[in-house]
């Protein structure tokens, strides 16, 4: 049991860092160059934020995992999130009535006019380049993948493990009727796809716009950075995505760090019906401020937005930072009031549960 007791404490941690360092390491040597575009975002060997000054440094990384050894963080066996039931077979069949449900993590299905939409889609046991170490799924998929509608939409926010998954990726290519799905991703993201054999994706830069049929599709800022091997750094660019039907805005906010692009989104295409937004994976803050909003940052996003609804995504789901798993709701129920706002403005579903949007 003590032999036990310490490959839990001690090795599981280093292997966990050991993976997690895949993303880190070499990115102290990608400074910033100049690019030969005039966008503010773009470099010559890839994307930036333009709001920030990154100083990436592996020792950072170093720091947190050292200093992770000695907190008491808590395993994941504490935690308990129930699953809600949902009716898969509606949600097959629904044509008329907008819906959402929370998958897990950042993955949602969005039912707009008959069209399905799904957010970052994860179904895989752990987020992580191999399947036999890394963060692990402390719940699963709130609809199994075999009960998905056909999907007609993907957004990919970013590359990093937890958001772009191979695997399901692939499984919804190649399930039936899944070459007519189209994965809108971030600029620089297309050969990825291609690589893999997947021919429908749509790249597009930020504040590019996409007419399919009833639909508009903006890629809109957000403030993060991309990794997906040890040998580059930001070589895809990372975006939010609107979607304008006749009736309804729909904003899905990925995975960020607080900006003032939240404003300029609100100002361009707001008000929002519905914004999906991150309230999980922010601590400590000295390493993820600047990539990661807290629920009080979420609350705020809400605001900029000029959002009638909320709906808080990531978290809950991996444990892949440092705060209580079920500590980002309690903050965001806290933070919702000494903001005046009320309990239907900003909501927390649980793993599986739909909602009709009005
Ligand atoms: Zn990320």
């Known amino acids: 049991m003590k032999y036990l007791q310490i490959l839990q404490d001690v090795l599981l941690p280093v292997v966990t860092a050991c993976i997690m360092s895949v993303f880190f390491i070499s990115a102290a040597s990608c400074a910033l160059q100049k690019s030969t575009s005039d966008k503010a975002h773009h470099t010559r060997t890839g994307f930036t934020n333009p709001d920030l000054i990154e100083n990436p440094s592996f020792f950072k990384f170093l720091r947190w995992q050292w200093q992770r050894l000695w907190k008491n963080i808590p395993s994941a066996d504490i935690y308990t999130f129930p699953l809600a039931s949902n009716d898969p077979e509606f949600l097959r069949s629904n044509r008329l009535q907008k819906t959402l449900t929370w998958i897990g993590h950042a993955t949602m299905l969005i039912q707009i006019d008959g069209v399905n939409i799904l957010t970052d889609p994860h179904f895989s046991e752990r987020s992580s380049p191999v399947q036999w170490a890394g963060p692990t799924r402390l719940v699963p998929p709130g609809i199994a993948f075999e009960d998905l509608p056909p999907i007609h939409i993907v957004f990919i ?65 957000m403030q993060h950075w991309g990794k997906r091997s040890a040998f580059s750094r ?108 009320s309990e239907k403005e900003f909501l927390v579903l649980q793993h599986g549960e739909t909602i009709i949007l009005e």
């Open 157 to 221: 926010s970013h590359d990093h493990y937890d958001s772009l998954d191979r695997q399901s990726i692939l499984k919804l290519y190649h399930r039936q009727n899944g070459k007519n799905t189209r994965f809108f991703v971030p600029l620089g993201m297309k050969k990825w796809f291609e690589n893999l054999g997947v021919l429908t994706s749509i790249e597009m830069d930020w504040w590019d716009e996409y007419q399919m049929d009833a639909l508009k599709i903006i890629a809109t800022p």
């Open 234 to 341: 930001n070589e895809h660019l990372w975006a939010s995505w609107v979607v304008i039907s006749k009736d309804f805005r729909f904003y899905f906010g990925g995975d960020t760090g607080y900006s003032r692009h939240f404003a300029e989104t609100g100002k361009r295409y707001g008000p929002f019906d519905l914004a999906l937004l991150p309230i999980g994976a922010y601590e400590p803050r000295w390493f993820m401020k600047n990539h990661h909003i807290n629920p009080e940052e979420a609350v705020q996003a809400h605001k900029d937005l000029n959002s009638k609804k909320s709906v808080a995504m990531h978290w809950g789901t991996f444990i892949l930072t440092d705060e209580p798993l079920d500590e980002p709701p309690r903050r965001l129920k806290e933070a919702m009031k000494n903001e005046g706002l």
